[in-house]
């Protein structure tokens, strides 16, 4: 048989009468069925549950490609990268410890039944997981579900303000005899109705849920007709006519507002009968229950993420040891870390917030523990608990795919450095100073590279912390060089620049000239006239080691 709301699986056993997992009490978690009726179609489809659908899942857990396969009792563990038959060790792991499920992406049909087999034998559940889907939606979704109170095995109406976002959705799609999702200011997806019959929803809540988002498409649309514009300046709901060449059923939105600040939407749309009288109605209170809890969510996160970037900033900075971040985040002080900084051409575009944003998403996408601080001109990323031996190119690979991001998707152009893997959290100031060096030699010019560790600009960055030394202490320049500067800005010649060039040609004059774009002979009188005005002696390798040096600082230096 197969449980309501569930999808059915072909040869999967009945689950009736089965023990759950470990022993454990239903009560000590969510059990399985819940959790799988409220994530539902299309996200993910059951393809095995040797021990039933009353196991308890306590918890998510994401699997790194780079992690040993690991998991706790009560788990849902997320194997991400590990795709099709990749997935066996995950599988057999959380057998092993007792964990309630394991989720994972087919390459193909046939991949399920070694999956199914594996899954029975291991004693753990097996949910497939949609190719679209992304990852860290499933892990938000799943982990808000858990948290939230249990949803109801039968369609009802819980108290309104007793429940999180999910069960208010669930009321709002009784109410209404509607599908329901209620939508942030930027139409991501927070939470969503069940519905039992998928041909019930239409295009948009489809790719909506797949992609925790409205796609742009449909966005565009709803903004063309002037759908968006009320729900920012009005209470009132406002009805969205069907549109079958767009895939669009007919709906009803209402803005949910706190004062005069928008906090998000709830969307109803009709599925195969029509919504209630009374949906408008339902509407108008389902928005003033939601906006108390968005306002008390956001001042709950804000609290809290106000602690953790202020622990986080003194770690960075120096200014507060290791201890108390790991104490409030549930870090291992001991286990490998590293920073990452990034840095763009204006202060202004590197702090806008779909650029954080961006860094952010792509950050926890790759280490489930990733922390993010801006610091002044700078955006910090501490990658803490990273497994032994992580090769420096596959950080590389994940500062690499921000930096292309940001150019693709913003237009806006990025640097990254890599500090140093340290080998434990005391020691992240070291790795946030080695980033800083790289991104000031970057910063500084004569770095032809968007990312980089210290290993690729190690000339680069010393010479620029010279030429920083020279700025800071014109005790240490001579003064025959910075008189030929102030020459070339009195009179309008290239003698500093043209020495440089020679300098740097080693001699050879006829490459330092084609580098200016002058004649060979050009070039030499310059460089004797320098000397002459000067008095410097190039012919003595100390006077062109400093004027290799100090020739690179500003002109108005």
Same mark, same amino acid.
């Not at 699997?63 to 194997?79: R, S």
């Not at 986080?312 to 040891?321: A, D, F, I, K």
């Given at each position: ?257 706190? %004062?005069? *600040?928008? #906090?998000? !939407? ?7 009968? $029509?919504?209630?009288? /009374? =949906?408008?109605? &339902? ?37 507060? %040891?290791? *201890?108390? #971040?790991? !104490? ?7 286990? $490998?870390?590293?920073? /990452? =900084?990034?840095? &763009? ?60 991001? &940001? ?60 030429? &920083? ?89």
């Amino acid at each position: 048989m197969t449980t309501p709301g569930l999808p059915a699986t072909p040869g999967l056993p009945p689950t009736s009468g089965l023990p759950p997992t470990s022993g454990l009490p239903p009560t000590s978690g969510l059990p399985l069925r819940r959790l799988l009726m409220s994530l539902g179609e299309p996200l993910v489809e059951l393809q095995a549950a040797p021990q039933g659908l009353d196991v308890p899942v306590r918890d998510v857990a994401i699997l790194d490609p780079e992690d040993p396969p690991t998991a706790a009792p009560g788990e849902l563990v997320l194997a991400i990268g590990a795709r099709g038959r990749a997935a066996l060790p995950a599988l057999r792991a959380a057998g092993r410890a007792g964990a309630a499920a394991v989720a994972v992406k087919l390459d193909g049909p046939g991949q399920a039944d070694a999956l199914r087999e594996a899954a029975t034998e291991a004693g753990v559940a097996l949910l497939s997981v949609r190719r679209e889907t992304r990852w860290e939606h499933l892990d938000s979704l799943a982990r808000a579900i858990i948290a939230g109170p249990d949803a109801p095995d039968t369609p009802g109406a819980p108290e309104p303000n007793a429940g999180d976002l999910f069960s208010l959705a669930q009321t709002v799609a009784v109410l209404t005899n509607g599908i329901v999702s209620i939508e942030d200011t930027s139409s991501r997806v927070l939470a969503y109705s069940r519905s039992s019959d998928s041909d019930e929803v239409d295009d948009l809540r489809r790719l909506s849920i797949l992609g925790w988002q409205g796609p742009e498409p449909y966005l565009s649309k709803l903004r063309e007709w002037g759908i968006f514009q009320h729900l920012r300046t009005s209470d009132a709901p406002i009805a969205v006519e069907p549109h079958p060449e767009l895939g669009l059923r007919r709906r009803l939105a209402i803005g949910i507002r706190a %004062g005069a *600040q928008p #906090l998000g !939407t709830i969307w109803v749309q009709e599925g195969a009968q $029509p919504l209630a009288p /009374l =949906a408008d109605q &339902a509407l108008v209170g389902a928005a003033r229950v939601a906006a108390a809890q968005l306002v008390r969510r956001r001042r709950e996160l804000s609290a809290d993420t106000r602690l953790t970037r202020t622990l986080l900033t003194g770690l960075l900075e120096g200014s507060t %040891g290791p *201890q108390s #971040l790991a !104490t409030h985040l549930g870090l291992d002080l001991r286990r $490998p870390a590293t920073v /990452l =900084a990034y840095s &763009a051409h204006t202060t202004e575009a590197l702090h806008r917030s779909d650029v954080t944003g961006l860094i952010s998403v792509h950050a926890a996408a790759r280490h489930r523990t990733a922390l993010l601080a801006p610091i002044e001109s700078r955006v910090y990323v501490l990658l803490p608990e990273l497994p032994p031996g992580l090769p420096m190119a596959t950080v590389r690979g994940w500062a690499e795919e921000v930096v292309a991001a &940001a150019r693709e998707h913003l237009g806006v152009p990025l640097r990254a450095a890599i500090g140093s893997t340290v080998d434990g959290l005391a020691q992240v100031p070291d790795s946030r100073a080695q980033a800083d060096r790289i991104l000031d030699a970057m910063g500084r010019g004569g770095v032809d590279l968007d990312v980089a560790a210290l290993i690729d600009v190690q000339a680069e960055v010393l010479v620029s912390e010279m030429l &920083a030394l020279l700025q800071e202490r014109s005790g240490l320049r001579d003064p025959r060089l910075t008189a030929l500067a102030a020459y070339d800005r009195r009179h309008g010649t290239r003698l500093a620049e043209s020495v440089l060039a020679w300098l740097d040609a080693l001699g050879e004059v006829r490459v330092a000239a084609d580098a200016l774009h002058i004649h060979p002979n050009t070039l030499r009188y310059r460089v004797r006239r320098a000397e002459q005005l000067t008095g410097i002696d190039l012919a003595q390798p100390q006077q062109r080691l400093l004027a290799m040096l100090q020739l690179r600082l500003p002109a108005d230096e």
